[in-house]
């Protein structure tokens, strides 16, 4: 009895981590959008300015803070004219 409450308490960890990690591996992804994207800027302020967004989003991501980490990957992606593509 005490194996299957292991079981079944190891399955729900297993499905909550799994959740977790689909909404936590959107940031890198976007991340390394803006990193490719930012390389195309010419406006040098504009660029400093994407790279502190971006360095903030990698930030909020490590923190655990997925959706902030997306908002602020979104507001970069917006100044740098850069097309993010979501993973749905
Ligand atoms: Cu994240």
Known sequence: MKKLMAVIAMVVAVAFIGTTVVEASQCPLLIKQLKDGV??????KKKADVE?????????????????????????AKVAGIKLEKKM
Do not use: R
């Open 39 to 44: 390389a195309k800027v010419s406006d040098s």
């Open 52 to 76: 502190k967004m971006i360095a903030e989003a990698e930030k909020l991501h490590a923190d655990g803070k997925h959706a902030e980490s997306v908002k602020k990957a979104e507001e970069a």
